[in-house]
């Protein structure tokens, strides 16, 4: 089946220890976004790809990365994780430019900071 | 600038009955309007979506929403809960063809037996 996938599931790092999360699809869309979820709240949009361009948003801190090495895989790097890090990101992708626009998640990758 | 809200952070029923999860959003003009659920640990699945074609638009599960253009409201309906509809649900608003999906607070479905 067709999917986005994120790896690990559960991931444990240490304060300032640089981590990086992955994300891959198969559904061949162009646009690939990371968002950060904190307990109980909405996603919050950390950043998007529009095939190679990149897209931060005005809030997101600079300790937050991305790499699209291809349209397939797209990668969250948190250089200096602080324990305000912890959350689940998630990975979603979507194909603007058709009718239907809605974004596919992946499970998540929860991210434990110690 | 677009926004969504949902009323109500917690939401309980009895199973069997009734559901209604309420989402206004605010634009100028109609956006796409979403329902997504999520369990937990787990990542977010679309419900159903609104994309301007029937205003009643009929999702997976059993629920079904009716935008409301007069009321900008989308809100989310079940007739009869089940036990496996304890969740959290988002609302969400996308301009069209547009990249930002804007997600409301969520309302966490409790289903009592």
């Known amino acids: 089946d067709a999917m986005v996938i994120q790896n690990p599931r559960y991931q444990v790092t240490q304060f300032g220890k640089p981590v990086t999360l992955s994300c891959s699809q198969t559904?061949?869309?162009?646009?690939m976004y990371w968002y950060q979820q904190k307990s109980s709240q909405a996603p919050k949009l950390l950043f998007h790809?529009?095939?190679?361009?990149?897209?931060n948003e005005a809030d997101t801190p600079d300790n937050f990365q991305s790499r699209r090495p291809n349209t397939s895989f797209c990668f969250l790097d948190i250089r200096s994780p602080g324990l305000g890090d912890a959350a689940m990101y998630l990975c979603?992708?979507?194909?603007?430019?058709?009718?239907?626009?809605?974004?596919?998640f992946g499970q998540g990758t929860r991210l434990t900071v110690v | 600038a677009q926004s969504v809200t949902q009323l109500g952070s917690h939401v309980s029923v009895s199973e069997g009955a009734l559901v209604l999860l309420r989402c206004n959003y605010s634009?100028?003009?109609?956006?796409?309007l979403f329902w997504y659920v999520q369990y937990p640990n787990q990542g977010l699945q679309l419900l159903l979506k609104?994309?301007?074609?029937?205003?009643l638009v009929k999702g997976i599960n059993g629920f079904e929403a009716e935008f409301k253009k007069s009321e900008t409201s989308f809100h989310l309906t079940k007739p009869s809960a089940h036990m496996s509809d304890a969740a959290e649900y988002f609302c969400?608003?996308?301009?069209?063809?547009?990249?930002?999906?804007?997600f409301g607070a969520g309302t966490r479905l409790f289903v009592k037996a």
């Open positions: 979603a992708t979507s194909r603007v430019g058709e009718g239907n626009t809605e974004a596919f």
């Open positions: 559904l061949n869309h162009n646009v």
């Open positions: 790809y529009y095939d190679k361009d990149f897209n």
């Open positions: 634009s100028s003009v109609p956006p796409y």
């Open positions: 609104y994309t301007s074609a029937a205003t």
């Open positions: 969400a608003a996308q301009r069209g063809g547009g990249f930002k999906t804007i």
